[in-house]
Antibody
């Protein structure tokens, strides 16, 4: 059974950095592209980033491009999201997901002064 | 960028009655490989999203057959044949055709009258 567990969220000040992790189990992690999706409080879903199965291709939404970097360690079955230059509007629950079929429970990032 | 527009946004429905949600894309979602990568997700309050439908009309494992997806090109529909209490929540469409940039609709909130 696919299991995705995000971690690393917390309360941070604007301009600072944070790294989120997503531990995967129950499937062959290295075979799948992975996504990050976020949801601001009371708002809809926003796609954030995708990384190919081997990490050779990475793309981010325009709203985070240049500030967020997605990466993965297939040896550790773990997906990462490095977030820098955090803004108030980055406050959200961040989910990792496979091709859409499986999602984690999310980790809350709060950017506040 | 591809814009996904859902309607209606609030959807009040009587238990046992049908419901229908429309999703329109600003560009055709037919991929060069011939497939159409349009998915539907359901999110209950306080929970992670769950995919119901992928590639327009394919139901995910465990999804009740009262849920069906249809459409082509730029116009898509999610139908619930008879709404049950557990169907409340927000429904999102998402396009994955225009890789690597994925896009969600605004979300349609289904509530029981």
């Amino acid at each position: 059974q696919v299991h995705l567990v995000e971690s690393g969220g917390g309360v941070v000040q604007p301009g600072t950095s944070l790294r989120l992790s997503c531990a995967a189990s129950g499937f062959i992690f290295s075979n799948y592209a992975m996504h990050w999706v976020r949801q601001a409080p009371g708002r809809g879903l926003e796609w954030v980033a995708i990384i190919s199965y081997d990490g050779s291709e990475k793309y981010c939404a325009d709203t985070v491009k240049g500030r967020f970097t997605v990466s993965r360690d297939n040896g550790k079955n773990t997906l990462y999201l490095q977030m820098t230059g955090l803004r108030l509007e980055d406050t959200a629950v961040y989910y990792c997901a496979t091709d859409g079929a499986s999602w984690g429970q999310g980790t809350l990032v709060t950017v506040s002064s | 960028d591809v814009v996904m527009t859902q309607s209606p946004l609030p959807l009040p429905v009587t238990l046992g009655q049908p419901a229908s949600i429309s999703c329109r894309s600003s560009q055709s979602l037919v991929h060069t490989d011939g497939n159409t990568y349009l998915s539907w997700f359901h999110q209950r309050p306080g929970q992670s999203p769950r995919r119901l439908i992928y590639e327009v009309s394919k139901r995910d494992s465990g999804v009740p057959d009262r849920f069906s997806g249809s459409g082509s090109g730029t116009d898509f529909t999610l139908k619930i044949s008879r709404v049950e209490a557990e169907d409340v929540g927000v429904y999102y469409c998402m396009q994955g055709t225009h890789w690597p940039l994925f896009t969600f609709g605004q979300g349609t909130k289904l509530e029981i009258k």
